[in-house]
């Protein structure tokens, strides 16, 4: 006499399972580590749709200028150019906007900043932007 019965069913080979790829595996990471707000992301407002973002200021960039009465004078292209780059998931933003749209980000608030998209590019469910503003 056993102790313990056990029954087990064996279901038909082409009842298994499917396996995971690694795109599945990427595809959870992408919404469990990068877009989430306790690691990289941040909530914004991005044209105003309030989405999990990361922001990444790339560079700042001096414009050359010159002194005129005591004042440096820089009319033609501003003072400096910032670029940034924006990733948000395709699901937060929309169809994928073209070059030289214009993006507001946090529209409403002291840290209202006005980019100039530059290019955009999608890759695994996420929109990667590279934006510019220029300070006049």
């Not at 707000?37 to 960039?61: C, S």
């Not at 004078?73 to 929309?94: E, H, P």
């Not at 169809?95 to 530059?118: E, F, N």
């Amino acid at each position: 006499m056993a102790l313990f019965e056990i029954e087990q069913e064996v279901g038909a080979p082409d009842n298994k399972p499917e396996k995971s790829t690694f795109k599945d595996f990427a595809a959870a990471d992408i919404c469990l580590a990068f877009f989430n707000a306790d690691e990289h992301a941040e909530y914004h407002t991005v044209d105003g749709k309030n989405a999990l973002v990361i922001v990444e200021d790339q560079e700042l960039r001096e414009h050359s200028a010159h002194c005129e009465a005591g004042a440096k004078q820089n009319f033609d292209t501003g003072l400096y150019t910032a670029y940034t780059v924006l990733y948000i998931k395709v699901c937060d933003y929309g169809p994928k906007p073209k070059v030289g749209k214009h993006l507001t980000m946090d529209a409403g608030t002291d840290h209202q900043r006005t980019y100039s998209i530059q290019t955009c590019q999608e890759e695994s469910g996420v929109y990667r932007m590279t934006m510019a503003r220029t300070r006049q």
